[in-house]
């Protein structure tokens, strides 16, 4: 994935190099990036249907789509503000980065959310049953270390619990690395990696070996059921593009509702998309887990803009939701 993302990246800076501005192309393109798991099943849903197609042509639009793939959100940012793609997808806070970083200039905003799930902090060290039990010799596996969704959600934990300026205090201990290498060092043993914070299905993977256990869930952090990944981009590629956004958006929503209704079929498309090799019944049993909804309403995403804030993660203060999220989600319910 990372010669996927010097390739986007090159190909943009070429086309500075020409004068022609990397992101900007008539109406009707749109290029995405998503990253590894069940947490993007609605991408998976909209790219095997071709939803964005379907409501293109509903507008008259015939609207060419290229999908990507990459890990980590610090990638995913970078190539975004490189003009090297149109829309990324990554956890809250790295949005919320983006946003802080962008406002007055690109202002980088939210298009939806990809659903509600969480994510636990596990670990194979029999010692470790607290955050408290954590020392110099442990390693934490998060797939953007200090930066990703699930390093700001444990800075927003260690903050509480060890107080606003030892917020970091894991950081040094962090180490990058994608959800399934870091499901295999967990899984196997033996490798300096003894903690990960995961997500579905890695999450439930690594807790089939009996030598792995829960420390924490995202859940309980945020106080219950909250959004783990959106999509965002550009305020230009949101203005220049009505149509074709509007037809993603479209696309996201019947996405939504296709994986409510038909979780069995939703749970082969993750499998077809991703090339997966788990059983059907494993993905099944974890798209049906009640603790999951695929939505894209945002829940709960304030939680981190108004925390971060508080720990001076962010400079800007947002009043609600809708201060990073595009107009066109205002008609769901968010929070």
Do not use: C
């Not at 797939?143 to 959600?153: D, E, I, K, L």
């Not at 903690?195 to 256990?213: D, G, I, M, R």
Request: proline residues 4%.
């Amino acid at each position: 994935m990372r010669a996927t993302f010097h390739t986007l990246i090159a190909a943009a800076i070429a086309a500075l190099t020409l004068g022609i501005s990397a992101g900007a192309h008539a109406e009707g393109q749109i290029r995405i990036a998503q990253q590894f798991g069940v947490g993007y099943l609605i991408l998976d849903v909209v790219q095997d249907q071709k939803l964005i197609e379907k409501y293109g042509k509903q507008q008259g639009v015939d609207i060419k789509v290229e999908w990507n793939s990459i890990s980590g959100a610090t990638a995913m940012n970078e190539a975004l503000l490189a003009g090297a793609l149109d829309v990324v997808s990554a956890g809250v806070p790295p949005m919320l980065t983006l946003w802080d970083r962008t406002r007055g200039r690109q202002n980088v905003k939210a298009i939806a959310s990809l659903g509600s799930m969480p994510n636990y902090l596990l670990t194979n060290n029999p010692k470790v049953r607290t955050l408290q039990d954590l020392s110099d010799k442990d390693r934490i596996a998060v797939p953007a270390a200090g930066v990703g969704y699930q390093s700001r959600t444990l800075q927003i934990e260690t903050a509480r619990v060890f107080g606003k300026a030892d917020y970091k205090r894991f950081d040094n201990i962090s180490v990058s690395l994608s959800h399934p290498d870091a499901t295999v060092a967990l899984i196997s043993g033996g490798s300096e990696i003894d903690t990960h914070f995961s997500s579905p299905p890695f999450q439930y993977q690594a807790l089939e070996n009996k030598n792995v256990h829960k420390i924490l869930s995202s859940y309980d952090i945020l106080g219950g059921p909250a959004t783990f990944n959106v999509l965002y981009t550009t305020q230009k590629f949101h203005d220049d593009n009505p149509k074709t956004y509007k037809a993603f958006y479209n696309a996201l929503v019947e996405a939504a509702q296709f994986i409510r209704a038909n979780k069995a079929k939703a749970a082969d498309t993750f499998i077809r998309v991703q090339k997966s090799k788990l059983a059907p019944g494993f993905v099944r049993k974890i798209i049906e887990d009640p603790e999951i909804d695929f939505t894209v309403s945002p829940q709960r995403s304030y939680v981190y803009a108004d925390k971060l804030y508080d720990i001076g993660v962010l400079k800007n203060r947002a009043a609600s939701w809708k201060d990073y999220f595009f107009e066109e989600a205002y008609a769901q319910p968010g929070s």
